[in-house]
C-alpha cells in the first residue's frame, strides 16, 4: 500500500465535487471519488486526523519538488577540547599534588630531627610527641 504523508487537504474552489489534496513531498492529488460539498468538511477532517493517504485512491495532477532540510553546520570536535580541557586540569594537579608531597616530607624529615636530637635517657613522653606532633599538623588558626 502506498502512502503520502498529508500537508494539506482542501475542497475544489469551483463548487466541483472534489477533494485536494497536498502531500509533504509536494505532489498534488485529487480523490478519485466525487464528494458531496455537504460531506467534504466531514472527509477533510478524518483525513486530516489520519495524517496519511493511500494513494491507490487518488489521481496524482502534479509532481512537487522536494527540497530537504539543510544539513546542519559542522561543530567542534567536542573531544578534542574536552581533551584539551582535562589534560591542563590534570597538570594543575598534578603540581598541586608535588607540592603537597614535598611538604609533607619536610615536616615528616623535621618531626625525625627532633626526636632524634633528644637524648635517649631523655625520651620524650607520650604527651610531648603527640604536642609536637599536634603542632606541626594543626590547620592554621587552631590550637591545642
Known amino acids: 500500500m502506498n502512502t503520502a504523508t498529508i500537508k494539506n487537504v482542501a475542497p475544489a474552489k469551483n463548487g466541483s465535487p472534489a477533494i485536494y489534496c497536498q502531500s509533504k513531498s509536494g505532489n498534488i492529488y485529487k480523490f478519485r471519488t466525487p464528494v458531496p460539498a455537504d460531506r467534504a468538511p466531514a472527509i477533510i477532517a478524518k483525513m486530516k486526523t489520519a495524517g496519511v493517504i493511500n494513494i491507490a485512491h487518488w489521481i496524482k ?61 631523655q625520651a620524650p613522653s607520650d604527651a610531648v610527641l603527640e604536642a609536637i606532633v599536634a603542632k606541626q599538623f594543626d590547620a592554621p588558626g587552631e590550637t591545642s
Open 61 to 121: 495532477l502534479k509532481e512537487g519538488t522536494f527540497t530537504p532540510k539543510p544539513a546542519k553546520a559542522p561543530r567542534p570536535e567536542y573531544k578534542e577540547v574536552v581533551v584539551k580541557a582535562q589534560a591542563a586540569r590534570i597538570r594543575e594537579l598534578q603540581a598541586q599534588v608535588f607540592n603537597l608531597k614535598a611538604q609533607l616530607v619536610d615536616q615528616v624529615a623535621g618531626l625525625q630531627a627532633e626526636i632524634c636530637a633528644m637524648a635517649e635517657d
